[in-house]
Structure formats: C-alpha cells, structure tokens
C-alpha cells in the first residue's frame, strides 16, 4: 500500500462523523454535506489530523453555519433602522396580520362580494395615497424596484434623458448606486449643476426633446454644509409644469411624522409635504422610517400612478400578499394614530416609539440590567449612549441615549463582543472608550433578561469551539 493510499484510508467515514457529532439542530443533508467537503479539505493536506481534532473542525465548522441562518438577534447598536440587522422591527398587530394572513386563504385577488375575479390591494392602495394626501399610490418590492419602474416607464424611446444634480447623485448602502439604477433602467443620465451647487438655471438648460423628467433624490446617507444651493423644490416643479415634465422625487425614507419634535433629530420631508410642493410622484422605502415591512411605495398623480401599474415590469416587482397585509396593517396604524398628540400617535410602529421612548426609562431599565448583573466578573455600569437613525436617514442626527457599559474583568473586550454575538439569541453592541456599550433604545424591554443572561453565559468557561 502506497503512502498515499494509507493516509486516505485513515481519513473517516462520512457514517462515523455523523454518529460523532450526534444531534447538530441543522436538517441531515446540510451537515453530511459539510461534512462530505471538511474531509475531502484533508485529502489534499500531508497528514490526517487525529479524529477528535478532526470533529473539533467540523463543530467549529457547523456552529458557524448555524449562526448564519437568518435568526432573531438583540440589537444593541442604537441604530434604529440598522441596514445589516434587518431594518424596522414589525409591531404585535402587523406580526398578528401577518401569522393570520400566513396560514389561511385569503381574498387577495378576489371580490367577496361578486364572488369572481377582483383587484390587487386596492383597499391598500386607497390608504396609502390617504396617507400620503395623494391622489393614488401604489407599492412594489422596495424602493430600489419604484425608481426603475418609474424610469422606465417615463424615460423611455426618444424621451429617455433624466435631468438630475450632480449633488444627488449618490450611492445609498451597498450596490444602490444612482447612476447605476438609470442605466438598468435604460435611462440617459443628463447631469446639471456641479456637487455643491446647482441652480434652477441649470436645470432649465438642460430641458430639450430627449428630456423624460426631472428627477430629485434625497441625499440620504450624506450630507454637505457649506458652500451649497439647490433650488427649491417649488421651482423646480414650476419648470417641469412649464415644460410639460414629470418631477419625480426619492424620497428614500418616508418619514411619515414630524421627525423634528425628537430632540437631537432633524427633519426628515415627509411624502406629504413633498407632493404639496409639487413633485408629480415620489417613491420611498416601507421599511425605513415608515416602520413597515420592505417595500417600494410609489405615490402621486393619479393619471402617472395608473401608468406605472400598467408598464409589464410592474408584474415583476409586485409585492406577496404578507407584504402586501402587513403593509396595510401598517398604514391603518398611522391612519388611525392620525391627528394624536404624541408624535407616533396610536401607531404602534417599533421603530418610533424607540425614538420616542425617554432616557429616564431607558435608564431605569439600564439599572435593572446592571443589578442583575452582580456579582459577575465585570465592572457594570449606566452611560450615554449615541443612537442613530441608521438605513441611509438623517446621517447627522444622533439621539442622546442611554447604554449599559461593560468592562469584563478577565476577558478581552473583543472576545467579549464575539461571544455574545454569538450567544442564542445573538446581542450585537459595539466598543467606545475601552469599554463594551449595549445601547438600550434599540433592546425591547422584553429581551433585558435575555441580554442578562447572555452576558452571565458570555462570561463563564471558555465556549465550546473557541480558541483558548
Ligand atoms: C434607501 C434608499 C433607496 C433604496 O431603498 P430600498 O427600499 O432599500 O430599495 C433608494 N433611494 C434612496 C434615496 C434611499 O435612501
């Protein structure tokens, strides 16, 4: 028998690895399969490692894939619509609507009433301009999937060019990238002004035959102080009237609440305010300061509204019916929280009542946290904290908050972070000053036991699977 042949010989059976690892939580053909690839890895190394070092491996290998399924995690960022952890947290009646709506039939496309075929969400969509004081609205995937709909449709044959600033064109997380988005779309970009200043004249000069509309797009991520002017959006909208242009705003966020009344928050235009001033349509995020699920509200003109709906990608990036529900719930909230003294009104949307909670309870519940806390090998205590607003909105507005810091005494803070990012549930935080910081605006009141006990867990013996 050859060197080689004995080395592969002694690399174990797939059979016996499984029986090894016992019960993995994760479906049997995901583990053989990994663990089919972890051996093959060793057929191409000069030595076998010995079995237990082998099986080490391939825990370590196992508890990495279970992390990454998608999974509930504790948040204690302070950024609110935090892009990488899943934006806006959905409310108890929207997840209700949304467990109903999830299980049963519903009359999705059907006339309960005629008992035959009816329309898609057109009490959704009735709400939805109501909301937005517009004349008709509409929503599909997200907002991403609204602006190439919308460019689409109007920036089409001989009519393909789409005026826009140099100071917006911006890119907004990863691969949403203005420029991009137009050429997808089969638009011809036709920037006016320069990055900090662009002027109505600019614009003006910029109209000809090929023109399909004039396009604004919030800068979202971003923003520039100093020797900066656009004009307002008023005129704007008098020039596309006057040239007989559609004016077309992303909005992005689609705050739909005076953001302002927040201390530390500035004012996010709203979809309502936007239309008053005369854009024609405006598309912005469900998920974001809406608070909603993912989706792409369109509003506007009702006349532009129809003929969106009507183009075929419109097919394409059209909402499921748990979007669509869930969505709908949301906007019954805000409708119903209308006209209420508290800026979020009745409507229980997550993501503003955390920016509306006060310090004064966040710090009570900082205190619990930390009297729980007791007796553990950390130093524990109640500090400030930065929240922010997060998914591309409001980037210079920080909301003084309220974080529980932590010091562990015999552990790197940065072994501290990994092990309770990967606790069950995961708490995500992040490290300021020497100090680990959990930031309480964005925990829910209900997961403060979880965050003690993940913290009690984090501290003890080493974890299975880490390096000494
Ligand atoms: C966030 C954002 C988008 C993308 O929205 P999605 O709903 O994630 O597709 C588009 N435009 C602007 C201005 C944004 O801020």
């Known amino acids: 028998m050859s060197h080689t042949e004995s080395r592969l010989r002694s690399i174990p059976a797939v059979e016996r690895i499984l029986q090894a690892l016992g019960e993995t939580g994760l479906p049997r053909p995901v583990v053989v399969s990994l663990v089919r690839r972890e051996l093959a890895g060793l057929r191409g190394g000069d030595k076998v490692p010995p079995l237990d070092e082998i099986l080490a491996q391939i825990r370590g290998a196992l508890d990495g894939l279970r992390l990454s399924r998608i999974q509930p995690v504790i948040n204690g960022t302070g950024i609110l619509v935090h892009t990488n952890l899943g934006r806006s947290p959905l409310g108890p009646e929207v997840v209700k609507t949304l467990a109903e709506m999830a299980a049963n039939y519903n009359n999705l496309e059907y ?7 009816g329309g898609r969400a057109g009490y959704l969509e009735r709400n939805l301009a109501l909301l937005c004081e517009a004349e008709a609205a509409t929503v599909v995937n997200n907002c991403a999937a609204a602006l190439v709909l919308i460019l689409r449709h109007l920036a089409t044959g001989e009519r393909n060019e789409v005026i826009l600033s140099r ?6 997380g990863g691969g949403f990238r203005i420029p991009e988005i137009l050429e997808a779309s089969g638009a011809q970009l036709r920037e006016v002004g320069t990055t900090n200043k662009t002027s109505l004249k600019d614009y003006e000069q910029a109209v000809s035959p090929r023109s399909g509309l004039i396009l604004k797009v ?3 991520n971003f923003f520039m102080d100093g020797f900066v002017e656009s004009p307002s959006t008023e005129r704007i909208a008098d020039l596309a009237r006057k040239c007989e242009l559609p004016f077309v705003e992303d909005l992005g966020s689609g705050a739909m609440v005076p953001t302002e009344q927040i201390p530390g928050v500035e004012h996010e235009p709203t979809p309502m305010e936007v239309l008053r001033r005369g854009v024609d349509l405006v598309c912005f995020s469900g998920d974001k300061l809406m608070g909603g699920p993912q989706a792409g509200v369109i509003a506007g003109k009702a006349k532009l509204v129809t003929a969106v709906k009507r183009e075929p990608f419109f097919r394409a990036l059209r909402c499921d019916k748990l979007i669509l529900s869930a969505l709908q719930t949301t906007v019954e909230l805000y409708l119903a929280g209308a006209g209420e003294k508290s800026m979020t009104g009745a409507a229980s949307v997550p993501v503003l ?3 509306e909670v006060s310090n004064d309870e966040l710090r009570l519940r900082g205190e619990n946290i930390v009297a729980a806390l007791a007796g553990l090998p950390l130093e524990a205590g109640v500090g400030d904290g930065n929240a922010q607003i997060g998914g591309g909105t409001l980037p210079r507005s920080v909301v003084p908050s309220v974080a529980v810091n932590l010091v562990p005494k015999s552990l790197a803070l940065e072994k501290f972070a990994v092990r309770l990012r990967t606790a069950a549930p995961p708490v995500v935080g992040y490290i300021s000053e020497g100090r680990f910081k959990l930031d309480l605006r964005t925990i829910f009141p209900r997961q403060d036991d979880e965050v003690v006990r993940a913290i009690r ?5 080493r974890q299975p699977g880490e390096a000494g």
């Open 111 to 117: 006339d309960l009433a005629g008992g035959e075929r």
């Open 167 to 172: 100071g917006e064109l911006v890119q907004i």
């Open 218 to 220: 919030h800068r979202s």
């Open 353 to 355: 009542q955390m920016l």
């Open 457 to 461: 867990t984090a501290l003890a013996n």
